[in-house]
C-alpha cells in the first residue's frame, strides 16, 4: 500500500525563490572577481606601462592560465548566468521594495538581465575554448559594432545614442555611488559598524570609479559619432589607459585602477549582504 506524499502549497515557488536568490549571490561574486582583475591590471599599466590588456579578455586569460583556470572560467560564467536569471525574474515579478513594481524598475532589471546573460555567454564562450572574447575583445568590439551601427541609415544617429546612454548610466552610477543609494539594498541594520565602514568605503570610491569608467566609454562613442569614424570608439582597455593622456596623467589612471579594485571588494559585500 503507497501513500500518497502532502503537497505543501508554495514549496516549489519557496525553493525557486531561494535558487534565484543563490544565483545572485554567486553572480556578485563572480562580478567581483572580473573587476577585482580588471582592476589590478590597470593598476600595473599604470605602475609599469605594460602591454597587458585591462579588461574582461585580459581578466580571463589569465584566470585560464591560473592552476583550474578551466574550473574557475565555468564558475564565473555559471555565475554571471545566475545573476542574469535573478535580474530577469525582477523583471517579471517586480523588484524588492515597496516600489518594486514599477515599470522603469522592470525595464532596468531587463537591461540588466540582458547585459548579464551576454558577459555569461561570452565568459562560457571563452571557456570552451572560444577565444574571440580574449584580451583586448571590449575595443575590437567597440570598434566593430560601432562602424555596423554607422552603416545603417541615420547611423550616426544611432551610434550618438548608444553613447550618450552609455555616458548617462556611468553618471548616474558615480552618483548612487556617492550617495550611498546601496545601503538601500543592504540588511545596513544587522551590519557591524567595521562592515558599514567597509560597504561605505568600497562602495562610495568603487562606484565612481566604475562610473567613470562608463563614462568616458560614452564619450569616445560620442567623439565616434560626431567624427563619424568607429576607430575613436573605445572599448574598456583603451579608456582606461586614456585616463593617463589627461592632464592628470598616470595618476588618474592609477586612481580609476583602485576604484575598480574596490568596487569588486563592493561586490563581495554584496553577495554577503545585500537584501534579495
Known amino acids: 500500500m503507497t501513500t500518497a506524499r502532502a503537497h505543501v502549497p508554495g514549496t516549489g515557488r519557496a525553493v525557486r525563490d531561494k535558487a534565484v536568490r543563490a544565483g545572485a549571490r554567486a553572480g556578485f561574486t563572480a562580478r567581483g572577481v572580473l573587476y577585482l582583475l580588471v582592476g589590478a591590471l590597470a593598476v600595473r599599466i599604470g605602475l609599469t606601462g605594460t602591454d597587458e590588456q585591462a579588461d574582461r579578455g585580459g581578466a580571463l586569460a589569465h584566470i585560464a592560465a591560473s592552476p583550474l583556470g578551466a574550473v574557475l572560467l565555468w564558475a564565473l560564467g555559471i555565475g554571471l548566468a545566475g545573476m542574469a536569471a535573478w535580474r530577469l525574474s525582477e523583471t517579471v515579478l517586480g523588484t524588492a521594495g515597496p516600489k518594486g513594481d514599477k515599470a522603469y524598475r522592470r525595464a532596468l532589471s531587463a537591461g540588466r538581465c540582458v547585459f548579464y546573460a551576454v558577459s555569461a555567454f561570452l565568459v562560457l564562450s571563452f571557456a570552451t575554448g572560444e577565444r574571440g572574447s580574449g584580451e583586448g575583445s571590449t575595443d575590437r568590439q567597440s570598434?566593430?559594432?560601432?562602424?555596423?551601427?554607422?552603416?545603417?541609415?541615420?547611423?550616426?544617429?544611432?551610434?550618438?545614442?548608444?553613447?550618450?546612454?552609455?555616458?548617462?548610466?556611468?553618471?548616474?552610477?558615480?552618483?548612487?555611488?556617492?550617495?550611498?543609494?546601496?545601503?538601500?539594498?543592504?540588511?545596513?541594520?544587522?551590519?557591524?559598524?567595521?562592515?558599514?565602514?567597509?560597504?561605505?568605503?568600497?562602495?562610495?570610491?568603487?562606484?565612481?570609479?566604475?562610473?567613470?569608467?562608463?563614462?568616458?566609454?560614452?564619450?569616445?562613442?560620442?567623439?565616434?559619432?560626431?567624427?563619424?569614424?568607429?576607430?575613436?570608439?573605445?572599448?574598456?582597455?583603451?579608456?582606461?589607459?586614456?585616463?593617463?593622456?589627461?592632464?592628470?596623467?598616470?595618476?588618474?589612471?592609477?586612481?580609476?585602477?583602485?576604484?575598480?579594485?574596490?568596487?569588486?571588494?563592493?561586490?563581495?559585500?554584496?553577495?554577503?549582504?545585500?537584501?534579495?
Do not use: C
Open 143 to 276: 570598434r566593430d559594432l560601432t562602424a555596423r551601427l554607422l552603416e545603417l541609415p541615420g547611423g550616426r544617429w544611432w551610434v550618438g545614442a548608444v553613447a550618450v546612454g552609455v555616458l548617462v548610466t556611468g553618471l548616474w552610477i558615480a552618483g548612487r555611488a556617492v550617495l550611498r543609494k546601496y545601503r538601500d539594498h543592504l540588511a545596513w541594520g544587522r551590519l557591524t559598524a567595521y562592515q558599514r565602514r567597509f560597504m561605505d568605503v568600497t562602495g562610495v570610491a568603487g562606484g565612481i570609479g566604475r562610473g567613470l569608467v562608463f563614462a568616458a566609454l560614452g564619450l569616445s562613442g560620442v567623439r565616434a559619432a560626431t567624427a563619424f569614424d568607429p576607430n575613436r570608439a573605445k572599448g574598456m582597455d583603451d579608456t582606461i589607459r586614456s585616463f593617463a593622456q589627461t592632464p592628470a596623467g598616470p595618476w588618474l589612471l592609477l586612481a580609476v585602477a583602485a576604484g575598480l579594485v574596490l568596487f569588486g571588494a563592493f561586490s563581495f559585500g554584496q553577495a554577503k549582504w545585500r537584501e534579495l
